[in-house]
């Protein structure tokens, strides 16, 4: 995982705790640290949010799968146009063209030629923010 890729916003997992965590800060002291909310239930058995701060080492990128694609066509309208093609919203409207996510190969498309390739959930979340000007919504 190369720190300088991420974003505040990204989503990452986390290996000790086994959950998706969402980027808070990203902070270079004594090696890169990442800094996220954990909830834990407190004495009220009321849930509430902790700041905590962890080693990069500590994360896992989140792969770009076809159930994260569904996710987000169901929270932005991603427009299924056929079996693992899937066409992004508002760029168009953006860019003059229409970008197409294949998820045969990982990669995004404009007028046929291959723009990028695309394997993890930060790397589309940076990429649509890029483009649109917008946080790809994405709720866990």
């Known amino acids: ?13 986390h290996k000790t705790y086994k959950e998706i965590i969402i980027v808070n800060g990203i902070h270079r002291w004594n090696g890169w640290k990442i800094s996220f909310d954990k909830k834990i239930l407190n004495s009220k058995d009321e849930f ?3 700041p905590c701060f962890n080693d990069i080492y500590c994360f896992k990128l989140v792969p770009l799968t076809e159930e994260w694609l569904f996710e987000l066509k169901l929270k932005n309208n991603l427009k299924y146009l056929s079996k693992h093609y899937y066409k992004f919203p508002g760029i168009e409207y953006k860019l003059g063209n229409e970008l197409i996510y294949s998820s045969l190969n990982n990669s995004i498309y ?12 930060h790397q589309l979340q940076n990429l649509y923010f890029a483009l649109i000007g917008k946080e790809l919504i994405i709720k866990q």
């Open 1 to 13: 995982m190369r720190p300088e890729e991420l974003r505040i916003g990204n989503l990452l997992y």
């Open 48 to 50: 509430v949010n902790i």
């Open 110 to 121: 404009r007028y046929n030629v291959l723009l990028c390739s695309i394997e993890y959930v």
